[in-house]
């Protein structure tokens, strides 16, 4: 039976700087709900496997990079809930094996690699219908799980949490997670995206979409992607380092240590005034660092 860790724990970060800042620091740790399942991954397959279970799909077909968190959690669960899956991956087999997809393969997952141009078709209505014909009994799932039932899923990460906050903080990459929690807020509370990839602020409009007249209860934080998705400069690595000393939490490089980051360059800024009480959204995301450290030849911790 698959174990899984939920409610997720809620942690205490004890730091001097916090004490002088008068800032009480909460994680939610989604990263402690299973180890290859990302916390976010599988609030978003949560409500989506119980659809392709009680409609009868053979599987679920989705999309995804090398490394995605997300195809993991689709081939896992898919695994543990007598269900196929297929996972249409972004790029050349022969340059993207990764141990990611290898792990998917042993999952029985079914591999099918897609140039990077065909890639990029992968929302539109006609590729989509496309695939359905070719699979029809399949759930195709959009990229990160990004659909409703993805959405309400998130709903959880926030209605779990058991402390009075003021302001509660998770990285975005569609927004999907960002669009749940927003949902379950309290009129005193309010939620901050940091968007891990450059460019405008599209998160806010993703968010409207599934969370219609949510706009009064979060921001996105778009200066904090340092250069773009899965791109880092030494200052986020060494933060990420500093951060897993004091409190022995390992973050990841792509997603939760750009949001950690981001927090802690906004409490020195003095963005939070004194007796507020924050929840960081620990999103898991650590398998991924293998991935990410032999790309750039680094070691993280
Ligand atoms: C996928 C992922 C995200 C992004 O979630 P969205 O709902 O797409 O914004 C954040 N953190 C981790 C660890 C992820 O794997």
Redesign the pocket.
Known sequence: MLMLNIPSPIQVLELPLLKEKGLNLYVKRDDLIHDLI????WR?MKYNIDKAKHKNYDGILTFGGAHS??IIATAFLCKHNQLKSIGIIRGDAHVEKSNTLNKCEELDMELSFVSRGDYKEKDSAQYIEKLQLAYPNYLILPE?G?NEAGVKG?EDIVAEIDVDFDFVT?????????AGMVRELKPHQKAIGVQVLKGRDFISEEVLKFSPNTAEKFEVWTEYHFGGYAKYKDELLDFMRWFCKETGIKL?P???GKQFFAVFDQIDKGYFPRGTNIVLTH???LQ?IEGFEKRYGVRIY
């Not at 990302?38 to 991954?41: E, Q, T, Y």
């Not at 998770?170 to 960002?178: E, F, K, P, Q, S």
Request: proline share 0%.
């Open positions: 990302s916390g976010n991954k978003k968190n997300h990160g990004a998130c998770v990285d975005c990459g569609t927004g999907a997670t960002l990841d792509i997603y939760t999103t898991g995301g991924g």
